[in-house]
């Protein structure tokens, strides 16, 4: 009851909204993604207390030693040793199978960003202990946070990653740099970035041509410059501008330009292969420019039509600042992003 009061308070004065699907009927994993800053764990806790959702959750041991650990435990919090994943697996599954009741709470991208996948810990608890999983959310661009679907997974972790993506491609966290892409090490090759080079161009103008068709189809014409743009014309531009490819398994899935003028970084042409859109390669090609820029802001644009860039790009952290009026009836859409 207690417990109500002050999460209802909490939500009364919050800036935060409390959305999303009611809360689970039966014990369940929730996974608490994009983890990227403390505020998740008081997040977390506001959106138990307020659904009513008797939570358990893992911490490092050191977070209950002393003084901590009596009020971490009255928290919900269950010690692991992070030097031995397997361990920390065994130990979940057999409390559960022990009889006890719980949604258990499992950030699998890791302490606040900086890993290249999730960790696969939840996946292996759900599946062994027979549990559904819940996916919650913090995404600062709509200051929105809560509880999505609950679904059972299906062993084939591709398939089940795939909605997971789905899910988190909107939901950018807290400190949306710090995001970790839903990807197990188990799906397979990783997507590896590296800096353009004058023997991509044929690659990039392929994947540009076939990435810019849904474009040319939302906005009903193809005479756009990725479109029309010839091989000799995009050496020319590779040449003076710098840029970044991504690679599955040794094919170019994706490109992005970029350009500096002064100290704003100027992205544009960022293209992707129809196949695998939607799997966090337009995020880690931003990412990958971002970071090696000097810059202290970067800016780009798209269309006012194009509902599904304009998204990804809030989720990385632009804002709009811009939207110039074009002869079609359509804006083009310029947001930038402090880098800095």
């Known amino acids: ?20 699907e009611r809360a689970p009927l039966r014990p369940t994993v929730l996974v608490g993604a994009p983890h990227t800053s403390n505020w998740d764990f008081v ?80 996946y292996r608890i759900a599946r062994d202990a027979a549990m559904p999983v819940t996916l919650g959310f913090v995404d600062r661009t709509t200051r929105t946070c809560g509880l999505g679907p609950t ?22 966290g807290i400190r949306p740099e710090l995001r970790t892409e839903p990807r197990l090490s188990e799906e397979g090759p990783a997507i590896v970035i590296s800096r353009v080079t004058p023997e991509d161009a044929g690659e990039i103008l392929t994947v540009q041509r076939a ?46 330009r970029a350009v500096h003028d002064d100290d704003l970084l100027l992205i544009g042409r960022i293209a992707i292969a129809p196949d695998v859109q939607g799997e966090g390669i337009g995020r880690a090609l931003l990412q990958a420019a971002e970071k090696a820029s000097s810059a202290t802001q970067a800016e780009l644009f798209t269309g006012s039509l194009s509902e599904a860039n304009i998204r990804l790009y809030e989720s990385c952290g632009y804002v709009q600042t811009q939207r110039v009026p074009q002869d079609d009836g359509t804006e083009q859409v310029f947001l930038r992003k402090q880098l800095r």
């Open 211 to 256: 990435a810019f068709v849904s474009e040319a189809l939302i906005y009903g014409g193809v005479d756009m410059p990725p479109l029309t743009q010839t091989l000799d014309q995009l050496r020319a531009e590779l040449d003076g501008n710098d840029g970044w490819v991504a690679r599955c398994d040794g094919r170019l899935v994706g490109a992005i």
């Open 43 to 122: 997040l977390m806790l506001a959106i138990a207390w307020r659904l009513g959702v008797d939570v358990r959750w893992l911490g490092k041991k050191s977070l209950f030693a002393g003084w901590r650990g009596p009020i971490m435990r009255k928290l919900g919090g269950i010690p692991v040793d992070r030097s031995d994943p397997s361990r920390v697996v065994s130990e979940v599954v057999a409390r559960i199978r022990a009889g006890e009741t719980f949604c258990l709470v499992v950030t699998p991208d890791g302490t606040r960003g900086g890993n290249a996948y999730w960790k696969s810990g939840f």
């Open 1 to 20: 009851m207690l417990r109500r009061l002050i999460a209802r308070v909490f939500w009364a004065f919050s800036r935060w909204k409390l959305v999303g």
């Open 151 to 172: 679904f059972e997974l299906t062993g084939d972790v591709s398939a089940d990653m795939d909605r997971i993506r789905e899910f988190y491609a909107d939901k950018a």
